[in-house]
């Protein structure tokens, strides 16, 4: 999908590329399920902890604070302010899973999984990755063609230079 709106346009390829990430830890999750904590030192298991550890706490963090902070206040005064409520009470579950998630990453990728480690692990990164899903989802579907629909073309300038200068 493409956007005609910068900002909606770099939202979306963040969202993809968290989908991706999730996909990841999902399969990881999926291949583990009855064998256990996986091999952190096996090349795609450290990998995947490393894109935890740096993609939730930096990006995904980084993108709600920027919807939050500009995104729904922008909506609020053109009187959509219900959709950025939603997704704020869905941030707001979220942040501390993925904070959680992130340093559950950087703990493995140093020691590796004990079983407690692995099934605290297994727990956040399960509700994660649903929360997460269905909230790209809404976002895709209803905050980025809302975007498109109503930011006038120098709001767009000031708030895609912003974002990509917290990056």
């Known amino acids: ?19 991706t990430l999730i996909e990841r830890l999902v399969n990881l999750l999926a291949r583990q399920r009855q064998s256990g ?18 993609g939730l706490e930096v990006e995904v963090l980084r993108h709600f604070a920027f919807e939050e902070d500009e995104i ?14 939603h997704l704020t009470s869905e941030h707001q579950i979220m942040r501390p899973l993925g904070v ?5 990453a950087r703990s493995a990728a140093g020691k590796g999984f004990d079983a ?15 929360r997460l899903a269905a909230h790209v989802d809404k976002e895709e579907m209803a905050l980025l063609p809302l975007l498109d629909e109503t ?6 300038a000031r708030l895609y230079e912003q974002y990509v200068e917290r990056a």
């Open 1 to 19: 999908m493409n956007f005609s709106n910068r900002v909606s346009q770099k939202l979306h390829e963040e969202h993809r590329a968290t989908v």
């Open 37 to 54: 904590a996986p091999d952190v030192n096996d090349r795609g298991t450290a990998q995947l902890l490393a894109d935890l550890a740096a």
């Open 72 to 85: 729904f206040s922008f909506l609020e005064a053109a009187g959509e302010a219900a959709i950025g409520e």
């Open 100 to 104: 959680r998630l992130a340093a559950l």
């Open 116 to 130: 407690v480690s692995w099934e605290e692990f297994r727990g956040v990164a399960g509700d994660l990755c649903q």
């Open 151 to 156: 930011m006038d073309a120098a709001t767009e």
